[in-house]
């Protein structure tokens, strides 16, 4: 390795025993697969596994079970693939890697590949939002949300794009789908519903820049809303006047804005739930007495205080109850 080269062929260099090591038992592992050995070659994968972690060369175990898994997705070896893709999350929990957007993007690839309704995929991406931030309880770092909607959004999987667009930070990614949702699945009576959820929702998430840019791009984009504000929906002039108001911080508009709206807010019972809690948040109303929050947030709130993804699994909730954590 000469010494005039960059830093990058320098790091390639640093590397290139090792990874020479494992591309060729790559090789043989993929003459293996090729061949139609698939059992054979990921018991192969998963002995190597173990005999690299037990010699903590961490990089070389997930380089060969990353490329594995995509090997086996591109034979639809569905349970092979998914299984070492599982592996690609033991060496990032066990080695303690630090989260880099490479790696980020490599888990939402194995994801994007995963068979839909498998189980595996939702144990996968319970596990991978764990690990992304840093095993905490808090639901998963906001890139790896972002690519997971894309992906989601692009199966037409709405419901479940729409929840991992709200733990994002792209606003105009989420406007976007639901525009496509609302066009393909809501009623035209409906357009001003799909943006009103998601601006409480990112409201109650504290997420008010994500919250006006979800107004402003959706309102913008969709085909049935005519230009505003004002808007021909009051349930959109309400939303509007709500994102100015907790600009504002005033208890007094806040409280005026909510009782000269109710009979639009009334359209779904959950709108005045949340509007309680964005009180607390925004404009200091204290929490109501009750020992717990009552109705369908007390039951969101109750299944999801902290605990992260996995508890996303439960029924699915009609659609303008997706899970959500409220703080």
């Excluded at 898994?69 to 890697?97: G, H, I, P, W």
């Excluded at 498998?118 to 770092?141: I, N, Q, Y």
Aim: proline share 4%.
């Amino acid at each position: 390795c000469g010494a005039t080269m960059s830093e990058q062929e320098s790091l390639r260099c640093s590397s290139a025993r090792n990874r020479g090591g494992v591309q060729r038992v790559e090789g043989k592992l993929r003459a293996s697969v090729e061949k139609g050995d698939y059992y054979e070659a990921h018991q192969m994968y998963r002995t190597l596994f173990f005999r690299y972690m037990s010699q903590a060369k961490h990089a070389e175990a997930r380089e060969l079970m990353y490329n594995g898994a995509l090997l086996f997705f591109s034979y639809n070896q569905q349970n092979s693939a998914a299984d070492l893709s599982m592996l690609v999350l033991e060496v990032l929990e066990k080695s303690e890697t630090k989260v880099e957007d490479e790696i980020l993007e490599s888990l939402a690839k194995l994801f994007s590949r995963m068979d839909q309704n498998s189980p595996e995929r939702v144990a996968f991406v319970s596990r991978a939002l764990k690990w992304s931030t840093g095993g905490s309880g808090k639901l998963g770092h906001p890139k790896l949300h972002q690519m997971l909607a894309v992906t989601l959004w692009k199966e037409q999987n709405y419901s479940e794009s729409r929840y991992h667009f709200l733990h994002s930070s792209d606003g105009e990614g989420c406007a976007e789908m639901l525009v496509e949702y609302s066009a393909s699945q809501g009623f035209r009576s409906e357009v001003d519903m799909f943006v009103a959820q998601a601006v409480l929702q990112f409201l109650c998430l504290k997420n008010k820049n994500g919250a006006s840019v979800v107004f402003s791009t959706y309102t913008e984009k969709h085909p049935s809303i005519e230009k505003g504000p004002p808007f021909v929906q009051p349930l959109l002039n309400f939303i509007w006047f709500l994102l100015l108001a907790v600009d504002g911080g005033k208890l007094t508009v806040f409280t005026v804005l909510c009782e000269q709206y109710q009979p639009s807010l009334k359209r779904d019972p959950m709108y005045n739930e949340y509007l309680d809690r964005i009180g607390q948040l925004f404009f200091g109303v204290p929490p109501k007495q009750s020992p717990s929050y009552g109705g369908l947030l007390g039951n969101l709130l109750n299944s999801l205080m902290g605990s992260g993804e996995e508890d996303d699994t439960g029924e699915e909730a009609q659609e303008d109850s997706s899970p959500i954590e409220l703080d």
